[in-house]
């Protein structure tokens, strides 16, 4: 179908509300898009899945959406929408982009109208409307409260996915009962809900509750989490005052105590049953995670939605994605939307250079990293001048390829003395990404880091050159992967999980139908995944971008 703008005058069908001043059209695959989500709700599916990448209008497709259901009056559409982002950023994005919306977030992110600078909402002294909580000087007056209730009355409001998942389960709850439910990011769903209702106590947190060795069996754990952990929590819990006694630091363990007393007993049933694993991460005693979170898809999520659409860039596999949510399959259906932007713009160089699995470098470290730095001399040769993002996946190869990267860069600046001097940048800690992206935004040069696939845009000359240096397979150093990848359907979901990460990864540089930025992926292992699972799961799109270079281009 022909991509070409369609007059939203002519089109009643969409409501009489007025459009934002930037809505001058609508192009020819969204209103193909909005007929075939319709039709898919018009017969009776919960839950439709837009499978649409970058640049193709995801947020405007879904307000046509909901202005279809309020015109359509579908049984139970009341013309609200519930738009739920991944991060609080993108929360901020959406609303720039539709203004009449109503932005809410945790009770944290609202200062009090008469508590001092270190106490917010999130320290609210009210018990249950019977009191007044003593940092407002009334109830009605709560910022939190008054940016709730500004939601629930707005058209539409907006949360983040980790507030939907907790703020559900409340009473009167402004994310419950929703006629029409938008996800964006969807893809992350599965993710951000397993960490919704994961169990864990910190190291510092067990002193004189007995010593839980690793390896124990689930039963033992179990035993201590009841026995222990649960009944010292109760008592300290019952020796509290509910708020703190004016001690805000106390009022907020004890609520954290009581939220977490029910995840506990959950975590002690799944890890003596099977289905959770223990986690050894830093900083906790005891880490329990489910392998699998479909269990509680209907409870924490689909019963507080009459009408659902999830929405991502990065799909990948519709049927593992929702059956993990434990959406049955004649829930949901999948509307694909083409890309849009050209194939010139946005192409990915495999050149397979150096196996970068670990069996290869335990067996020839230098060898590999010897050949990924020769390719990665040549890419930054040949792109000198331009701003490159260097995905690393993790801290420990960060610091490898941050090295060369500098070597590069160092020996750029003897030999090319009148040009500026490149300048590199990276973190060593997730806390610092942002400000470090921040820095690389207003100054250009090579970024290098792990944890850039999302959140992370850089339109125009802010990004024209991307490296993958290895392909991002799940971590299976990680006890809740391993679980999940050797488990039923497990090989299907991790291939998913990796074609996601490098779609995500080569999309940060390409954000308008004018941009361009060449990607390049360096890892020879690309090839091995490509022949196997590659080609099946990622988007044709995607496949259509893809060259395959001459490694000896690279050395």
């Not at 090295?403 to 500026?420: G, K, N, Q």
Request: glycine letters at 10%; hydrophobic letters at 40%.
């Amino acid at each position: 179908m022909a991509d070409t703008a369609v007059d939203y005058a002519s089109l009643s069908s969409y409501g009489p509300e007025p459009w934002p001043d930037w809505v001058r059209g609508f192009r020819d695959h969204q209103v193909a898009a909005v007929e075939e989500i319709m039709d898919g709700y018009a017969r009776g599916k919960k839950v439709m899945v837009l499978d649409a990448p970058v640049g193709s209008g995801k947020t405007l497709i879904a307000e046509m959406v909901r202005r279809r259901l309020l015109v359509e009056g579908l049984d139970g559409a009341d013309g609200s929408m519930l738009y739920v982002a991944h991060s609080r950023g993108l929360q901020d994005q959406f609303l720039a982009d539709f203004p009449q919306a109503k932005v809410l977030k945790g009770k944290s992110n609202y200062d009090t109208t008469h508590g001092p600078a270190w106490v917010n909402c999130g320290d609210c002294t009210a018990t249950h409307g019977k009191t007044v909580c003593k940092w407002c000087v009334e109830a009605d007056c709560c910022p939190y409260k008054v940016a709730k209730q500004q939601a629930k009355a707005a058209r539409i409001a907006v949360v983040n996915t980790a507030y939907m998942l907790a703020e559900a389960q409340t009473p009167g709850a402004l994310c419950s009962k929703r006629s029409f439910v938008c996800v964006d990011e969807c893809d992350t769903l599965e993710g951000i809900l397993s960490g919704a209702v994961e169990f864990g106590v910190r190291e510092r947190d067990m002193a004189g509750l007995g010593e839980l060795k690793k390896g124990v069996h689930g039963k033992t754990i179990a035993s201590w989490v009841r026995d222990d952990w649960i009944a010292a929590a109760r008592d300290e819990v019952s020796r509290m005052p509910v708020d703190g006694g004016g001690d805000v630091k106390a009022a907020r363990r004890r609520a954290a105590l009581v939220q977490r007393m029910s995840n506990a007993v959950r975590a002690a049933k799944g890890i003596e049953e099977g289905g959770w694993v223990r986690d050894y991460s830093y900083g906790w005693g005891l880490m329990l995670k489910p392998v699998r979170v479909d269990w509680c898809g209907q409870d924490r999520v689909w019963r507080h939605g009459e009408r659902w659409l999830l929405m991502s860039g990065t799909v990948v596999d519709a049927e593992t994605m929702c059956s993990g949510l434990g959406l049955e399959r004649d829930e949901w259906e999948v509307v694909e939307v083409p890309m849009t932007f050209a194939r010139e713009n946005r192409l990915v160089k495999v050149a397979p250079v150096a196996d970068m699995s670990r069996k290869a470098l335990e067996a020839g470290w230098d060898g590999e990293m010897g050949a990924l730095r020769d390719a990665l001399w040549v890419v930054l040769e040949r792109h000198a001048g331009e701003n490159v993002l260097v995905h690393t996946v993790s801290y420990k190869l960060n610091g490898e390829v941050v090295d060369v990267v500098r070597d590069w860069a160092d020996t750029r600046r003897v030999t090319h003395p009148e040009e500026e001097e490149p300048r590199v940048w990276t973190y060593t800690q997730a806390s610092d990404r942002d400000a470090v992206l921040e820095r690389f935004k207003d100054e250009g040069g090579v970024l290098v880091g792990p944890s850039l696939d999302r959140g992370v845009d850089l339109p125009g000359d802010l990004c024209r050159v991307q490296i993958i240096v290895k392909v991002p397979f799940p971590n299976l150093g990680d006890r809740q992967v391993a679980e999940r990848a050797r488990g039923e359907g497990g090989g299907r979901w991790y291939a998913a999980e990796t074609a996601r990460t490098i779609v995500q990864m080569t999309g940060r540089g390409v954000r308008g139908g004018d941009d361009w930025c060449v990607s390049y992926v360096l890892d020879r292992q690309f090839m091995r995944w490509w022949n196997g699972e590659g080609k099946r799961l990622l988007p044709r799109w995607w496949r259509d971008a893809m060259v395959v270079e001459l490694v000896r281009e690279y050395q």
